[in-house]
């Protein structure tokens, strides 16, 4: 059979013929190899392969910056991202220009770390060439556009974006229904591949879909727009459709899981459906396939719902299952689904060693069920340019860091080479002047101190903590030898406390105005993986003050000291985990004993205090990277803390992580052969 036919076998696409057939053919899948998608089709049908079916509410796949499928077809406008207001403190500019830059909209199926975790995850899961396969949702209206309103915050707006031109996005024939009392439910199945960095592997991503003309509007919008939940009725059909949806499409496509990874309680209705109609024992053997990964220590991150309304949804034995497993004990009308994915996996991890202790308080009754496996971040996507050449360059020194990133750490051997560290700074700068030629307008420039500070906009991430006195930062601006700072970060659209904070962020800049001179700060609008990828490469030093115990683990400090940038950061998440290491610089309220404390008591005053203590010091060693003549000090121990950094990153990485989830978390059954390896 020829190569194509085999696919359309494997893969039964919606109108092959009139919107496909140029960018799929005998040899090519959007401008990428055909033949791992066969091998990776065929390896989930084989029974013996056990796969793992790996759910998540969001992805974030940054094809932006790795792997850029193209389609024969030029891109349509709805799925490009081009312009980029800033809010700035030369606001002149603001009104004059955007940042503008030809690129594609990021696959709009993300929100934040979460959704860029579960992707990186996927392209190392295709690196390691395993039985693996993305379930997750179809968002038709994206997260949302955000536009900046002086003395307004954020304002949200609907995203449009066209799935079915997205080059590498493709529909299915098949449908699956849903069993629900009020709603008939039809989804229909879309794919995307993940491919590892060689392109010798993939792994798919199945997407559900309830947009369909069969469906009445409500059903519809379910799968609009993401976290949009309007009422609790609206989360649930969606965490429906996740779970048993999910469980249903990979039947419908003849994939063989033997493990099931709930990302967060949203998924948890897939063990619901798996437990229907068995008896005890089975549902007792049927918790050995299942496996949960909690991502959040905060409150807003667990699922409630009444008993009431999930019995107006779902049928008597749904209830029960759910009751049986997930009734919440303070409060017996409520089932937790953070509670409840708790009781039915049989492997539950935290993620990061920090996160592990935290949880483990939380739920105190699964103690000695929770393992803890740090987050990582995908190497070969979060690599700048300058860096893959200064890595290759390097390679005989350094080892096959490609296929095996752990062999980052082998450059503190070169620690002690002139050249090594003069290469290291400039490419450095050589990211730096990209950034600065991008920010032309707003007259940022290659050599000055830049930090930056961008993620999600959530209270406990404490966004405006730099901006906490802005008297005190204009005088270390000032007498440091200036100072550029760039936020960025999108607040949930519901949280009206984000929206707050992005007020504060703004009503701040635009009271720096009489210090521009030396203190240039930009607020840039839209944050995504693209952003992402180009802020935690370019900037001196890269921002992170979240309150501690509250970040779970975080991931964008992972990227940044991939790019030899250095770290200033509260100790929490990962970053407990390197705190001891010389990668930067480590302020602020550290969180001990037994009480978790509250999110709400920001410490604001103290930490910003000595946060601004902590930036004179990086300022001055900042400036002393230049001599007099403004040649680099090629001894200076800036690159020293850079050479650290990306030793660092040996460890902070989803290969590592993918490897340790194999041993601790998927290989309960029978042990996990990969079928290929990267040749
Ligand atoms: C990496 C990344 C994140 C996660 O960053 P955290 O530091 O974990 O908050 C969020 N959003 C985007 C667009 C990213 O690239």
Request: aromatic share 12%; glycine share 6%; with cysteine.
């Amino acid at each position: 059979m020829g190569a194509l036919r085999e696919f359309l076998s494997l893969v039964d696409v919606e109108d092959f013929q009139s919107r496909y057939s140029k960018d799929i053919t005998e040899e090519s899948f959007f401008g990428y190899p055909l033949a791992p998608i066969l091998e990776a089709e065929q390896r989930l049908r084989d029974a013996s392969s056990e796969s793992i079916a790996y759910f998540s509410m969001e992805y974030g796949l940054a094809p932006s910056v790795y792997h850029t499928l193209h389609g024969s077809e030029p891109l349509k406008s709805q799925n490009k991202f081009t312009q980029h207001a800033v809010f700035s403190n030369l606001r002149a500019m603001d009104n004059f220009f955007t940042l503008a830059i030809d690129k594609r909209l990021d696959l709009p199926i993300y929100s934040g770390g979460l959704g860029v975790l579960a992707g990186d995850t996927l392209k190392s899961a295709a690196d390691l060439g395993l039985a693996f396969c993305g379930i997750g949702i179809l968002w038709n209206a994206g997260y949302f556009k955000q536009n900046f309103w002086f003395q307004d915050g954020q304002r949200p707006h609907e995203m449009y974006w066209d799935p079915a031109t997205y080059p590498g996005l493709v529909p299915l024939k098949n449908r699956i229904e849903l069993p629900c009392l009020k709603e008939k439910i039809k989804i229909r199945l879309w794919k995307y591949y993940a491919y590892s960095y060689s392109m010798h592997a993939a792994v798919p991503l199945v997407l559900l879909d309830t947009n369909l003309p069969e469906n009445n509007d409500f059903v519809r919008k379910l799968t609009g727009q993401l976290y949009r939940s309007d009422n609790e009725v609206w989360k649930i059909y969606q965490r429906l459709i996740l779970g048993l949806g999910g469980v249903r499409a990979l039947d419908s496509l003849g994939y063989q899981s033997g493990r099931y990874h709930l990302n967060e309680g949203h998924a948890a209705m897939a063990f619901v459906e798996k437990a229907r109609s068995m008896a005890p024992l089975g549902r007792k053997n049927l918790m050995r396939h299942f496996m949960f990964t909690c991502h959040t220590p905060v409150e807003a991150g667990h699922d409630r719902f009444t008993k009431k309304t999930l019995k107006e949804i779902l049928g008597p034995e749904e209830t029960e299952i759910l009751s049986q497993y997930g009734t919440d004990p303070h409060n017996p009308d409520l089932i937790n689904l953070t509670l409840f994915s708790l009781q039915v996996c049989d492997r539950v991890n935290a993620v990061a060693k920090k996160h592990g202790e935290v949880m483990r308080r939380q739920f105190p009754s699964y103690q000695n069920k929770i393992q803890t496996i740090t987050n990582g971040v995908h190497t070969y996507t979060w690599l700048s340019r300058p860096f893959a050449k200064l890595f290759e360059k390097y390679e005989s020194q350094i080892g096959p860091w490609k296929k095996d990133p752990s062999r980052l750490r082998n450059v503190l051997e070169l620690k002690n080479s002139s050249e090594f560290r003069q290469d290291l700074w400039q490419a450095h700068q050589e990211n730096k002047r990209h950034l600065a030629w991008l920010l032309r307008q707003w007259k940022i420039q290659e050599n000055i101190l830049t930090v930056c500070w961008a993620r999600r906009i959530a209270a406990y991430k404490r966004p405006s903590l730099i901006l906490q006195d802005v008297k005190c930062l204009a005088e270390i601006a000032k007498h440091s030898g200036a100072l550029q700072l760039i936020l960025a970060g999108k607040a949930h659209p519901k949280d009206n406390l984000g929206e707050t904070h992005i007020n504060e962020i703004l009503s701040a800049i635009d009271s720096l105005d009489p210090e521009r001179e030396y203190l240039r700060v930009l607020m840039l609008e839209n944050y995504d993986t693209y952003f992402g990828k180009l802020l935690t490469s370019s900037v001196d030093i890269w921002l992170n003050n979240p309150l501690p115990p509250f970040e779970a683990s975080g991931t964008s400090g992972m990227k940044a000291i991939l790019n030899g940038v250095l770290q200033m950061s509260t100790v929490d998440g990962w970053v407990c985990e390197a705190a001891d290491k010389p990668i930067g610089w480590f302020f602020g309220w550290r969180h001990e004993g037994n009480e978790i404390g509250s999110e709400w008591n920001l410490r604001l005053q103290e930490d910003s205090g000595k946060l601004y203590e902590t930036l004179r010091e990086a300022a001055a060693l900042y400036y002393q990277t230049q001599t007099l003549s403004g040649s680099l000090n090629i001894q200076s121990n800036w690159i020293d803390r850079m050479i650290e950094c990306i030793a660092q990153a040996a460890y902070f990485n989803t290969q590592r992580m993918v490897e340790e989830y194999r041993a601790k978390i998927w290989a309960t059954l029978t042990n996990l052969n990969p079928s290929v390896r990267e040749s």
